[in-house]
């Protein structure tokens, strides 16, 4: 029929298919929404009923453009009559709401957010009289919500051996106990929250085989796109349907190679085990249909995420191919330092927006974790590139970095009355909001500021209790005590007594879901630009502009430009590779392509998971339509002293005959190149770690057993740089620097201790280094 004509052949294959089971593995780039949203007319086109269709998707997003595309076809009507078309969470909220009262509930319930779930965990936590900084609503939510969506009841969590020690390893040990009460006041406020939507779904279908057979006649063609996104409950709520179902009809569309939370729930086993679980009326496996002809990318860059995917031991076998131009190599540009990554990036993207005259909106940073994108903030800052960070906050803008910089900022000011505020009770110190009233309302009516009043209680008549009074002034005497050393230490030194003495540390470490990692991932990342701060002041001999108000200055340009908002031009995209999924971009940089970042310290522990971390890579891959840029860093800041890191094992799996560049690298003093990605020089596994060491959060972790064995950030005061060879300098000398890679002395001037050099550097530009204490090997 007219309406496939636009269709290839292995989708139109796809969309005619309509009389049982199917899988449709759909790889990136591959016109997938189209297939979905023909498929969807084609089955209108065919007769059957709008109602008598259930598609579900993942994100309102994807919804939303199914039915804008089909509207365009069938008309406005269409609008008011896809009442099962959205995703799971709606689709099957608006089927509770009808059957509510088989399971107990009124037809009116409440659906709590998350944020309504946090709230409701964190009055329970306080009840119980259990440790808030221990028991945290963020992550008892987690592990609530993850035991949801295994379908574990609070009876089977409580009766569970294994689960109840993981939460006493956690040292949690009670959430079972919180977990109970959770579920009894949801019940009680006739509420139930987004796991909720499924669990009790799950439950409507297996208590009530009428309600479950009433909709296994009304639906007639069960739709699911993103399938290897699906967990546990989907696919049980899925088989239910389906068995009910009279005729045998649902279509899965997905992508194995691109199968990336698991951290969410999701279970890849969905979708390589999909023709099995979904058997067609007369018993045999569900039709299986790829599409392999990628619309997106260049034949080069299809090629190069094919090789590298390739390395997967379970996935379902494809091979895809473009048709577009052969395209230019993937490039590869190792660096050798962060600050140097930052630079290469910046030159490049200059470079193609000359070269192909197009604007900043067409390229993408992406990244293994947020934290890494303070470099590429601070250098695209300096040199004009604008820029946004997708789905998150730019890094001076996240609240544990807001957090210490207004520690920074009262040190510097006392009197800065807006830092005073945010700081004041954190880490919680028992002043209360109440206190924070009274010291406002004192410090207006005898015009001075806060820090004059806690200072001189007594004198300005400051009504509160001799406890209260004890607490403020312990949290002035610690203030106190780091402005008195800011006038001697530098930045770095001062900056990491303030987090551990102010117990920041303490706090941000003693979380162990994804988003307490990520926040100490921050912290780390903030220590690692001061000390590079702190060694650029050194090496430059400006270590008088090294100190807490210099710094400060730093900082204030760019949080002042973050508050700016977002003006209505094209920019640079910065993201994780998680949040990339689904987009595509002209030209794609993936960064920090380094063991130990990417693939993740922990993934390297079992094969699924180093999988998935190399699904990940094939991810950011296929993002890229015309350029894909791999760089990585040699060394970097971290736990206090400069780090060595081997190139990520994944670059080795690319076929080399795609790759072009990483030349330079076999003649570094600090290695790298195209090999050994042992770690730090040992024969595989964490090459070189012991079995007891720190892992990237500041953690010292056990890595044969996976966890935390202390929670105590550690961070040596100075950093631990390798000596240089400054007494054979000479003009024209070739040399490599730590952080700033080759370049070539142009100028020395000076004597003894004074003695400094001029240095064009590859890619940094010109610097001046003071020889006493830069740390370079010189090549000829």
């Known amino acids: 029929m007219d309406l496939l004509n636009d269709l290839n052949d292995a989708q139109r294959a796809a969309v005619e298919y309509i009389d049982g089971p199917s899988l449709v593995i759909a790889g990136a780039g591959s016109g997938k929404t189209r297939v979905l949203t023909y498929k969807i007319a084609y089955l209108l086109a065919k007769g059957k009923d709008l109602y008598s269709l259930l598609v579900l998707t993942f994100t309102n997003k994807a919804a939303k453009e199914m039915v804008e595309r089909i509207r365009k076809m069938f008309g406005e009507t269409f609008y008011i009559r896809q009442k099962y078309m959205g995703t799971f969470h709606s689709v099957f909220a608006r089927i509770l709401h009808v059957e509510s ?4 509930f009124p037809s009116d319930f409440t659906i709590y957010d998350e944020a309504d779930s946090r709230s409701l965990l964190k009055s329970i936590i306080k009840e119980m009289d259990m440790n808030e900084k221990v028991y945290k609503p963020a992550a008892v939510h987690a592990r609530i919500s993850m035991a949801k969506n295994h379908l574990i009841s609070v009876d089977s969590y409580e009766s569970d051996s294994d689960i109840i020690n993981q939460d006493k390893r956690a040292k949690m040990p009670e959430i079972a106990k919180i977990y109970r009460e959770y579920v009894q006041r949801c019940r009680l406020a ?27 006649n009304l639906f007639k063609y069960i739709m699911v796109d993103e399938y290897q996104d699906t967990n546990y409950v989907q696919k049980k709520i899925l088989s239910l349907l389906y068995n009910a179902m009279q005729e045998k009809a649902i279509c899965a569309v997905g992508d194995d190679s691109q199968s990336i939370y698991s951290f969410r729930g999701a279970d890849i086993d969905n979708i390589l085990s999909f023709t099995k679980d979904f058997p ?35 996935q379902i076998q494809k091979e895809v191919f473009s048709k577009n131009d052969k395209g230019e190599k993937i490039l590869y540009k190792p660096a050798y330092s962060d600050k ?21 909106d067409q390229f993408a940073i992406l990244y293994r974790t947020n934290a890494q994108s303070r470099s590429f903030e601070e250098e695209f800052r300096k040199q004009g590139i604008p820029y946004r960070i997708y789905g998150g906050l730019s890094f001076y803008q996240r609240k544990e970095i807001k957090d210490i910089i207004a520690y920074f900022r009262l040190v510097a000011n006392p009197d800065d009355e807006e830092a005073f505020k945010r700081i004041i009770n954190y880490p919680a110190r028992g002043i209360g909001a109440t206190t924070v009233m009274k010291i406002a309302d004192c410090a207006h009516q005898n015009q001075v500021s806060f820090w004059e009043v806690i200072g001189n209680v007594e004198h300005y008549g400051l009504n509160v209790n001799k406890g209260t009074q004890t607490k403020l002034e312990k949290f002035r005497l610690l203030i106190s005590s780091f402005i008195d050393r800011s006038h001697t230490l530098d930045v770095y030194e001062l900056g990491d007594a303030i987090i551990r003495e102010s117990r920041i540390s303490e706090d941000i470490m003693s979380g162990k879901n994804a988003d307490d990692l990520a926040r100490q991932e921050n912290l780390e990342e903030f220590l690692s630009g001061m000390q590079t701060f702190v060694a650029g002041r050194q090496e430059e001999g400006r270590m008088d502009e090294a100190y807490l108000t210099d710094y400060l200055q730093d900082v204030a340009l760019l949080t002042d430009a973050d508050s700016e908002g977002e003006k209505d031009e094209p920019r640079v995209s910065l993201m994780t590779i998680h949040a990339a999924k689904g987009l595509e971009f002209a030209t794609v940089f993936v960064v920090g392509l380094e063991e130990n970042i990417f693939p993740s310290p922990l993934a390297a522990i079992s094969v699924r998971e180093l999988e998935e971390e190399r699904r990940l890579l094939y991810v950011a891959i296929t993002r890229a339509e015309k ?26 799996e690319i076929d080399a005959s795609l790759i072009e560049g990483g030349e330079e690298a076999p003649e570094s003093s600090f290695g790298g190149g195209r090999s050994s990605y042992g770690g730090y020089g040992s ?20 890595y044969q057993n996976s966890k935390p064995v202390a929670s105590q950030f550690m961070a040596d005061p100075k950093p631990a740089f390798a000596s240089s060879a400054a007494g054979s300098l000479c003009e024209g000398c070739r040399i490599e620097h730590q952080r700033f890679g080759i370049g070539t002395v142009l100028k020395i001037e000076g004597t003894g201790e004074n003695t400094k050099a001029t240095v064009e550097f590859q890619n940094a530009g010109t610097k001046q280094l ?10 000829s």
């Open 101 to 104: 009262d088989k399971i107990g």
């Open 190 to 216: 006739n509420a139930m929250d987004f796991d909720d939507l499924l669990v009790y779904t799950y439950r409507l279908f297996i208590e009530r085989k009428d309600v479950l057979e009433k909709y296994g």
């Open 280 to 314: 067609s009326q007369d018993g045999k496996e569900a039709k299986l249909f790829k599409l392999e002809q990628n619309y997106r990318s260049t034949q080069t860059i299809v090629e190069a995420a094919n090789s590298l995917i390739h390395h997967n031991r379970n």
């Open 627 to 652: 350029h894909c840029i791999l760089t990585n860093a040699k060394n970097r800041f971290r736990y206090g002293k400069m780090e060595f890191d081997n190139p990520s094992r994944f670059i080795d």
């Open 340 to 360: 140097e990554e930052a630079l290469i990036v910046a030159k490049n993207i200059q470079r193609i927006k000359r070269q192909d005259d197009c604007g900043y």
């Open 770 to 779: 003071l020889l006493k204490f830069a740390k370079f090997t010189i090549l």
């Open 683 to 702: 024969e595989g596994g964490y090459g070189g770690r012991m079995p007891w060491d720190r892992d990237r959060s500041g953690y010292r972790r056990d």
